[in-house]
């Protein structure tokens, strides 16, 4: 499809849509797609998505005594949390070592449930 042109005072080749029209089109488009959010709101989405049930995997890269390191990200402790193992036995922050590899779940912003798997 040929995008129709014109020619300018300086016969110059110019879109007759314009860098106006194409900008406008895509403000269109994303509105059609959803309103525009802010970081904090998108921040808010993925948080969403991550705290709606679907676990978290890495290895512990550092044990704090209220956060956790995970993959070189760093996670605030749920003052709830629950810690327990691949079989189910309860365990402690006191218990969680640099180099074990977890599953862990999100709630309101904090890790909430810790499953240790077996050293990677």
């Known amino acids: 499809m040929d995008i129709p042109t014109k020619r300018d005072k300086h016969q110059t080749r110019t879109h007759s849509w314009g860098s106006w029209g194409l900008a406008g089109g895509l403000v269109v488009l994303l509105g059609m797609a959803g309103p525009v959010l802010s970081g904090s709101q998108v921040w808010a989405q993925v948080m969403d998505k991550v705290e709606s049930g679907f676990p978290t995997e890495g290895q512990i890269t550092s044990v704090g005594p209220t956060s956790i390191e995970v993959e070189n990200r760093l996670y605030r402790l749920h003052q709830k949390l629950n ?32 499953i240790v798997r077996n050293p990677r």
């Open 83 to 114: 810690i327990t193992s691949e079989g189910g036995q309860p365990l402690g922050v006191q218990d969680l070592q640099i180099g074990h590899g977890v599953q862990f779940w999100l709630k309101e912003g904090a890790v909430a449930k810790i």
